[in-house]
């Protein structure tokens, strides 16, 4: 690996291995999701907990401070919606020029495995890792389910993130599941845990994040679970604490609990 491709890794990946990224690129797709009116304004004051803000162009231009210290992980696919025919239809929509000029520390692409649109978002990816290979920049493969809830198993996670690896992803963000360790175990590159729609249960959320880890990820890239949370900064340094410091899910939690009776004080 190039020296500026391991150290744009090395930014976002701390030295005990693990990784805690803030996901607030919603909007390419969902429009001003509730919580995520401005992305900016709801990642501001979780940035000193986490690794690295995950956001597509238009909110980092718009909303993120340029003076922030917390490297950025560019989402650069795009062309659907939630209103659209297919979540799946997507493809490449930023230029290298473009995350060059952003000073992307990574890029985030989608990738959905099994749909219509397979080949195209695979191929996408592709272009893409021999496209950031020229500016070292690394790519985390993202694998998309869209609306179909029932492929979070192992075996297909399993075929996704091997799929996107194979590809030259240097990172694959995909779903916690059942049997998730042979997910892990059949993928050759790092893979992170997304969080998925926003739960109510606080400790559950700690619990699965442990889970992963414990089963083989070396974090997470979770946005709703924390920004549409009640209280955000106490979720996040949970979360932190949990990923960076081996706290276990209930010692996180009492954690949370703190802070959020400390916020109402």
Known sequence: MDWGMANRLAKTIRPDGRC?????????????????????????????????????????????????????????SGGNSMIGDDLSNEEVSVSTR???????????????????YEHQTIMALSKLVDECMDIGVPVMAVTAVGREEEKKTARYLGL??????????AVVKTYYCEDFEKVVRGCPVPVVIAGGPRTEDDLGT??????????GAIGVNLGRNIWQNDCPEGMA????????????????FQLFQDMKQAAKA
């Open 160 to 169: 996704a993130c091997r799929v996107c690896a194979e590809q030259g992803a």
């Open 206 to 215: 700690l619990q699965f994040v442990y889970d992963g880890i414990q089963q």
């Open 20 to 76: 805690f990224y803030l996901a607030v690129d919603h909007g390419y797709f969902q429009g001003p999701t509730h919580c995520l009116e401005n992305a900016g304004a709801a990642a501001h004051p979780l940035l000193k907990y986490v690794d690295a803000v995950f956001m597509p162009r238009g909110s980092v231009r718009a909303s993120l401070n340029p003076q922030i210290d917390t490297p950025l992980i560019l989402r650069v």
């Open 98 to 116: 473009d995350i060059v000029r952003l000073n992307a520390a990574a890029v985030g692409i989608s990738v959905y495995v099994g749909s219509k």
């Open 237 to 252: 340094r949970a979360l932190q604490a949990v990923i960076h410091e081996k706290h276990t899910p209930k010692e996180a």
